[in-house]
């Protein structure tokens, strides 16, 4: 018999916090115990489904107009308003699809959803990368935030900057946030922190620790 049934369990958190190792071992508990989880990694503007789109529209319109990755000529390119508003609009129509229809269908087929990042993952990200931009104002945001389910749990593992920038060194990630960027970041997530109803993991314990803190979380969710 299922431990779960269409419960959506959120994690959050800088990078180097652990994400990553504590989804991999809830998602081995959950199939232990009969569960065939769904691993949901999302990001606005990141996903699979926009990736392709992207990739069409470099076709298209030329990668100098829409270049890629993290340099002078991206920054350039979407000082123009009217390609980071595109930008910003066909992310936000993707989550649409993904939190709006697949996550939701998937809860009514009884799966259990392991969400690698959130919504307010990407609302940091938009409020990072794009500071002038008054999303929360935008309608389709607020379309968005309508259609998105609320998660039966959601997890916020912390640990200071130095920590992240020394693990991010480990891992030689491609693509680290910089101190000031991770500053920032951290403090969004403490701010947002105040009125979500988040499990905050103070994830410079061992890691045994945190997995047996998040594992209790999930036992009160069984039905």
């Known amino acids: ?13 800088i990078d180097g916090a652990g994400k990553s190792t504590q989804i991999q071992l809830l998602l081995d508990d959950l199939r232990k115990r009969g ?5 949901l990694w999302t990001r606005g503007g990141y996903t699979g489904l926009f990736n392709a789109f992207k990739t069409g529209l470099r076709r298209v319109l ?3 107009l ?5 340099n002078e000529e991206r920054a350039r390119v979407f000082k123009k308003p009217w390609v980071r508003n595109l930008w910003l609009s066909i992310a936000i129509l ?4 993904v939190y709006g229809i697949y996550v939701r269908i998937s809860r009514i087929l009884g799966r259990v959803i392991i969400a690698d990042r959130y919504l307010w ?3 940091i990200d938009f409020q990072l990368n794009f500071p002038d931009v008054k999303i929360d104002r935008w309608i389709l945001w607020r379309i968005l935030k309508g259609l998105t389910p609320e998660p039966d749990a959601s997890f916020l593992l912390i640990i200071p900057v130095e920590e992240s920038l020394r693990r991010s060194r480990q891992k030689n990630e491609p693509f680290p946030d910089s101190e000031d960027v991770l500053q920032r970041r951290l403090a969004l997530y403490k701010e947002l922190s105040s009125f979500n109803n988040w499990h905050v993991l103070d994830c410079l314990q061992p890691v045994e620790i945190v997995r047996d803190e998040i594992m209790g979380e999930v036992e009160k969710l069984r039905r």
């Open 1 to 13: 018999m299922a431990f779960l049934r269409g419960q959506l369990i959120a994690f959050s958190g």
């Open 35 to 39: 569960e065939s989880p769904i691993y």
């Open 62 to 64: 030329g990668r100098r």
């Open 66 to 70: 829409l270049p890629s990755g993290r």
């Open 94 to 97: 993707d989550l649409m699809l």
């Open 121 to 123: 993952d990407t609302w």
